[in-house]
């Protein structure tokens, strides 16, 4: 079950990226996903009300994720 869960917001993870990252090169073409690591360095992208609730969508699957991590190892000990 673990993995399946693990799995699943490795997928969900990984597609809102590409959907951030694509959205994000709308805005600034040249943009990088090592990029968007830091994007108040592109005022384009932290102006853009789009991008940033994009970002925090992929905000909240990675804090899941970290969350389901935890829990697991949790309930291992």
Known sequence: MWDDIERLLGDM???QERKLLAFAQRL???VTPEDLR???DFTALVESAEFNFEDGILAGLLSAAAALRAARRDTAS
């Open 13 to 15: 993870t990984r597609a």
């Open 28 to 30: 600034v073409p040249h």
């Open 38 to 40: 830091n994007p108040h």
